[in-house]
């Protein structure tokens, strides 16, 4: 037997621990998955086992792995998800696809919420390639549901924690429109004002005091475009990335216009920045309910009462995201599943 893969023989062999529920008697299984290729099996295991570790951590099996096949232990349900899981990962070799941790986490986050079925559709369309020229997909089905509602409607709100790609996924859409001249140009905002802080009282001029508060929307364009391009589309007037302020007594035409942050916009803003919209514009606006950050005085957050008030309006989509959606290492999902449980508990307390 290689070293390779000893790690994972001997800790079948390790005796049953306390509070491991799949380790129960009487509901421990073991199956085996094989796969066609053996060619395939580094990539689908990854250096260092590195995906069978993050699928043991976030399946709660046991797995093993011994040239082209994989022995899962755990419960059922446990067992049946990781050999589907790895049955579709096989699947996107086979295309020649590269996988990498996000499509696992991918994976087991669809697999986790019953849509695993959808998981090759996350393939299909490229909706843009970045700077590099790599191919710029949705992540998992609940981003497959929001590039769909922009696609299909005028305005959406995206709903979510942070590290559900909401500001990313939003940025790809409006330079991919760009690109196909779908729009003239990009309006990019956010509330300037949190955290207790004002305009008025931060140092510098105005492009030194929203700049630190548009950083993610600097970030995702950079990213797809380069600094140099976005740079000059910036110069060009191309794209124009400014405090929600901004907006006010402006009609944005042949625009697509997206407003992050939006849970720390008032009742006010909010409306006036919905009613900026118009022909040939496109609108999306993100936020996360949980990280509500207005100044003392404002009873509610602009994106809960417009979700209130519009979520039956047609052309207008509303999409949610949760922590099981998040695209990153599996335990800021728990973290943020942690922050949304005690919140609970505490608004019922």
Same mark, same amino acid.
């Given at each position: 037997?290689?070293?390779?893969?000893?790690?994972f023989?001997?800790?079948?062999? +390790?005796?049953?621990? %306390?509070?491991c529920?799949?380790?129960?008697?009487g509901?421990?299984?073991?199956?085996?998955f094989?796969?066609?290729d053996?060619?395939?099996?580094?990539?689908?295991?990854?250096?260092?086992?590195?995906?069978?570790? +993050?699928?043991?951590?976030?399946?709660?099996?046991i797995? #093993?792995?011994?040239?082209?096949?994989?022995k899962i232990?755990?419960?059922?349900?446990?067992? #049946?998800?990781?050999?589907e899981?790895?049955?579709?990962?096989?699947?996107?070799?086979?295309?020649?696809?590269?996988?990498?941790?996000?499509?696992?986490?991918?994976?087991?986050?669809?697999?986790? %919420?019953?849509?695993l079925?959808?998981?090759q559709?996350?393939y299909?369309?490229?909706?843009?390639r970045?700077?590099?020229?790599? #191919?710029? !997909?949705?992540?998992?089905?609940?981003?497959?549901q929001?590039v769909?509602?922009v696609?299909?409607?005028?305005?959406?709100?995206?709903i979510?924690?942070?590290? &559900?790609?909401?500001?990313? +996924?939003?940025?790809?859409?409006?330079?991919a429109?760009?690109?196909? $001249?779908?729009?003239?140009?990009? =309006?990019?905002?956010?509330?300037?004002?949190?955290?207790?802080?004002? +305009?008025?009282?931060?140092?510098?001029?105005?492009?030194?005091?929203?700049?630190?508060y548009?950083?993610?929307?600097y970030?995702a364009?950079? #990213?797809?475009?380069?600094?140099e $391009?976005? @740079?000059?589309?910036?110069? !060009?007037?191309?794209?124009?990335?400014a405090?929600?302020?901004?907006?006010?007594? !402006?009609?944005?035409?042949?625009?697509f216009?997206?407003?992050?942050?939006?849970q720390? &916009?008032?009742?006010?803003?909010?409306?006036?920045f919905?009613?900026r919209?118009?022909?040939?514009?496109?609108?999306?606006?993100?936020?996360?309910? &949980?990280?509500?950050?207005?100044?003392?005085?404002?009873?509610?957050?602009?994106?809960?009462?417009a979700?209130?008030?519009?979520?039956?309006?047609? $052309?207008i989509?509303?999409v949610?995201?949760?922590a099981?959606?998040? =695209?990153? $290492?599996?335990?800021?999902?728990?973290?943020?599943?942690?922050?949304?449980?005690?919140n609970?508990? @505490?608004? @019922?307390?």
């Amino acid at each position: 037997m290689s070293g390779r893969f000893s790690g994972f023989i001997s800790r079948l062999t +390790l005796p049953r621990q %306390k509070g491991c529920s799949y380790l129960s008697e009487g509901t421990v299984i073991e199956e085996e998955f094989t796969l066609a290729d053996p060619q395939m099996a580094v990539s689908l295991f990854g250096i260092n086992d590195a995906y069978l570790k +993050l699928i043991e951590e976030g399946k709660n099996v046991i797995v #093993s792995s011994f040239g082209n096949h994989v022995k899962i232990k755990g419960s059922q349900d446990g067992v #049946s998800e990781t050999k589907e899981i790895f049955a579709q990962l096989a699947e996107l070799l086979k295309k020649g696809v590269t996988i990498s941790n996000a499509d696992v986490v991918s994976a087991m986050t669809m697999a986790e %919420k019953g849509t695993l079925e959808y998981f090759q559709d996350l393939y299909t369309d490229t909706l843009i390639r970045d700077r590099k020229g790599r #191919s710029i !997909r949705v992540k998992n089905y609940s981003q497959r549901q929001y590039v769909q509602a922009v696609k299909h409607n005028d305005l959406v709100f995206g709903i979510g924690p942070a590290g &559900t790609g909401k500001t990313y +996924l939003a940025v790809v859409m409006a330079v991919a429109a760009l690109k196909r $001249h779908e729009v003239e140009r990009l =309006v990019l905002t956010r509330p300037a004002v949190e955290a207790g802080e004002s +305009l008025g009282f931060l140092p510098g001029d105005l492009k030194e005091k929203v700049d630190p508060y548009l950083r993610p929307i600097y970030d995702a364009l950079n #990213s797809i475009l380069g600094a140099e $391009h976005t @740079e000059r589309l910036i110069e !060009r007037g191309v794209i124009e990335i400014a405090p929600l302020a901004y907006m006010r007594g !402006r009609t944005l035409e042949n625009a697509f216009v997206i407003l992050d942050e939006a849970q720390n &916009t008032t009742r006010a803003q909010m409306k006036m920045f919905l009613t900026r919209l118009g022909f040939g514009s496109k609108m999306i606006v993100n936020g996360d309910k &949980t990280q509500i950050d207005l100044p003392a005085g404002h009873k509610q957050s602009g994106l809960v009462d417009a979700e209130h008030v519009l979520s039956n309006l047609a $052309h207008i989509g509303f999409v949610h995201f949760d922590a099981a959606d998040v =695209v990153r $290492h599996p335990v800021v999902s728990e973290i943020i599943s942690a922050y949304e449980k005690n919140n609970k508990t @505490e608004n @019922e307390d």
